[in-house]
């Protein structure tokens, strides 16, 4: 029972290094999202995704991309990473619309810091 | 655009007691509308949710939610606090449009941090 798996876990960059966090779920579920967590702000959504070759910006997508090739995989990438990045990010993954559906199922996180 | 207020960042209550966790949302149409908590170094967790039907709704560990649409609350409730649901809770909505959803825009708000007191 994988469910969503993240990784890293931690990782630390320098201002304007670039990488990708990687998010993969084995529930077949359609939709995908990645949040950003940040002290007293809650969970802002970055990017999201409703199926394999469709992505949505989010409140906050600026400096993050994200593709989604295959159903299981949705890779957050840093372009140019800069301190207001340093937070924790969390992906998550849903079965559909609907209200059945209507349930988020998260990874354990990435706690990034950017010097 | 959508918005979630959670009143209270910080809320302590003693083991046995009330816990009432307060949400507010503005939307000109009715959202669905949900509770998570998270647990400390965890991702988050959906305690219960409301999409149509019983505005009173029941989740996991003893919650209860009541989604009242005439003052746009869905305020969590626990009769009696035990040790174990110290821990983060966030509310959450997502529109619900005229054309049917818009999947995908779940806004969180800002997260109340329940302490229980022995």
């Known amino acids: 029972n994988a469910g969503v798996t993240q990784t890293p876990k931690f990782q630390v960059l320098k201002t304007g290094q670039s990488m990708t966090l990687q998010c993969a779920q084995d529930m077949n579920h359609e939709y995908m999202s990645w949040y950003r967590q940040d002290p007293g702000m809650g969970l802002r959504l970055i990017h999201y995704s409703v199926g394999a070759g469709i992505t949505d910006q989010g409140e906050v997508p600026n400096g993050y991309n994200v593709s989604r090739s295959t159903t299981e995989d949705f890779p957050l990438r840093l372009l140019s990473a800069a301190p207001s990045q340093t937070s924790v990010y969390f992906c998550a993954s849903s079965p559909g619309t609907g209200a059945p559906n209507e349930k988020l199922f998260f990874g354990s996180g990435t706690q990034l810091s950017v010097l | 655009a959508q918005s979630v207020t959670q009143l209270g960042s910080h809320v302590s209550v003693s083991e046995g007691a009330l816990v009432l966790l307060r949400c507010n949302y503005s939307?000109?149409?009715?959202?669905?509308l949900f509770w998570y908590v998270q647990y400390p170094n965890q991702g988050l967790q959906l305690l219960l949710k409301y999409t149509t039907g019983a505005t009173l709704v029941k989740g996991i560990n003893g919650f209860e939610a009541e989604f009242k649409k005439s003052e746009t609350s869905f305020h969590l409730t626990k009769p009696s606090a035990h040790m174990s649901d110290a821990a983060e809770y966030f509310c959450a909505v997502r529109p619900v449009g005229a054309r049917g959803s818009t999947l995908g825009r779940l806004y969180f708000g800002r997260g109340t941090q329940l302490t229980v007191w022995p």
């Open positions: 939307s000109s149409v009715p959202p669905y």
